[in-house]
């Protein structure tokens, strides 16, 4: 009797790491919390804004996945082109860069300081990005914000 007290207890705990182990599926990776690249703008803003005030902000996009360009090698199979000074390997980076200064330009210092409005300003860059350019972004990012 007394080894059935031992024995039954073992038993069960083998059982459970055989199911534990074997039989139990994985549990599922956690889905990441941004997908896709982040690319981060390599030359910042240097925007003016109402009132006299101007402000220098950092930009990065968030890219689908595998989207950095394939345009980094325009024309086919020739050896890619370095972009100018202060530019990245995005070949529509002078859109994107102009239309997120023509979005800023003569904003209130506020709208730029305050999350609620930065957001809904990072929005709508987001949309006209997506609608006059073929960067395949799924959001924008200020990343340093000074204004004076």
Not at 43 to 67: S, T
């Amino acid at each position: 009797m007394s080894k059935i007290k031992i024995i039954i207890p073992v038993l069960l705990l083998l059982l459970g790491g055989v199911y534990k182990f074997v039989l139990a599926k994985p549990a599922p990776a956690p889905k990441p919390k941004i997908s896709g690249e982040v690319y981060i703008m390599p030359k910042d803003f240097l925007i003016n804004l109402k009132g006299g005030r101007f402000a220098k902000l950092n930009v990065a996009l968030v890219l689908k996945e595998g989207y950095l360009p394939a345009g980094a090698a325009a024309g086919g199979g020739e050896a890619p082109t370095a972009p100018p000074t202060g530019y990245g390997v995005n070949p529509q980076e002078a859109v994107v860069r102009s239309i997120i200064t023509d979005a800023l330009t003569d904003q209130s210092a506020s709208r730029l300081q305050h999350e609620k409005s930065r957001k809904k300003l990072q929005v709508d860059i987001l949309k006209l990005i997506r609608r006059d350019t073929d960067v395949e972004v799924d959001d924008v990012l200020f990343t340093d914000i000074a204004i004076q």
